[in-house]
């Protein structure tokens, strides 16, 4: 059984940052996969940004040049630095790691005030 647990979230203004961990414990000990979604009221679940132990990365053309994502593997643990946020930002944000499987956490909500 695998847990993901995030933190990190909560209320900003526009232009500030914050900075979410997702962190899993269980019976699995490395992932192929560590991302984040995320999902806006009245909206289907969207990709944020997504890590390969490989060591590539891809990001929402959205969240370009302004969000930064990383991973200790060791740790298990996945973080999604966040800068310059807009108000469009503002969803619940869910990791997700992947090995064969997929794994989701509860959600952590962001909100960005104008």
């Known amino acids: 059984q695998v847990q993901l647990v995030e933190s990190g979230g909560g209320l900003v203004q526009a232009g500030g940052s914050l900075r979410l961990s997702c962190a899993a414990s269980g019976t699995i000990f490395s992932f192929n996969a560590m991302g984040w979604y995320r999902q806006a009221p009245g909206k289907q679940r969207e990709l944020v940004a997504d890590?390969?132990?490989?060591?590539?990365?891809v990001y929402a053309d959205s969240v370009k040049g302004r969000f930064t994502i990383s991973r200790d593997s060791a740790k298990r643990t996945v973080y999604l630095q966040m800068n310059s946020l807009k108000p469009e930002d503002t969803a619940v944000y869910y990791c997700?790691?992947?090995?064969?499987?997929?794994?989701w956490g509860q959600g952590t909500q962001v909100t960005v005030s104008s």
């Open positions: 890590t390969t132990d490989g060591g590539g990365t």
């Open positions: 997700r790691m992947a090995r064969g499987l997929q794994y």
